[in-house]
T-cell receptor, first 111, second 110 residues
Framework: DVKVTQSSRYLVKRTGEKVFLECVQD?????MFWYRQDPGLGLRLIYF???????EKGDIPEGYSVSREKKERFSLILESASTNQTSMYLC??????????FGQGTRLTVV | GQNIDQPTEMTATEGAIVQINCTYQ??????LFWYQQHAGEAPTFLSY????GLEEKGRFSSFLSRSKGYSYLLLKELQMKDSASYLC???????????FGSGTQLTVLP
């Protein structure tokens, strides 16, 4: 079974903190994605990566950065967390042209 | 850019058939996906269409018309456990980026 593991299910951080969300996949997938999911807005793509050290901006990259130093790990970084970044964050991975598998999500609350 | 539209909510009765529509305008097209997401859980893959026509998988079928920018997901013999959000997603011309619609919340009533 493909496994996409996100480091935390729930996270509470303070405004201005630097936040790291970690995602690890065990199926040697080339593509990895970070989405956020908000009521009424669906899943919106923040960043994706199609190879180690490669990254591309999605639809809403502002306030976020990413890191992919190893093929299996894709990190999302909130440089200075703000309350409007309170959301559900979903990581996914896929082979080049196959359907993405999703992790269980991290519900981040910024207070 | 990508624009994907699907109804926000639908309600149907146990045992019935329901069709969830999805229309899209995209810069390039490399396939359309349907996902199911139960509350508090991750989305799970249901179906994939890249050519025109109907793909059938048990109680679920998905249809695609590329010329019309249109797809639908058909759920037959509805069960209570089918109550979930159904997400339509389109892969762009580069085959790298997957863009999701806002999802359709389906409620199945007894």
């Amino acid at each position: 079974d493909v496994k996409v593991t996100q480091s935390s299910r729930y996270l509470v951080k303070r405004t201005g903190e630097k936040v790291f969300l970690e995602c690890v996949q065990d199926m040697d997938h080339e593509n990895m994605f970070w989405y956020r999911q908000d009521p009424g807005l669906g899943l919106r793509l923040i960043y994706f990566s199609y190879d180690v050290k490669m990254k591309e901006k999605g639809d809403i990259p502002e306030g976020y950065s990413v890191s992919r130093e190893k093929k299996e790990r894709f990190s999302l970084i909130l440089e200075s967390a703000s309350t409007n970044q309170t959301s559900m964050y979903l990581c996914a991975s896929s082979l080049l042209d196959r359907d993405p598998f999703f992790g269980q999500g991290t519900r981040l609350t910024v207070v | 850019g990508q624009n994907i539209d699907q109804p926000t909510e639908m309600t149907a009765t146990e045992g019935a058939i329901v069709q969830i529509n999805c229309t899209y305008q995209t810069s390039g097209f490399n396939g359309l996906f349907w996902y199911q997401q139960h509350a508090g859980e991750a989305p799970t893959f249901l179906s994939y269409n890249v050519l025109d026509g109907l793909e059938e998988k048990g109680r679920f079928s998905s249809f695609l018309s590329r010329s019309k920018g249109y797809s639908y997901l058909l759920l037959k013999e509805l069960q209570m456990k089918d109550s979930a959000s159904y997400l339509c997603a389109v892969r762009d011309g580069s085959a790298r980026q997957l863009t999701f619609g806002s999802g359709t919340q389906l409620t199945v009533l007894p």
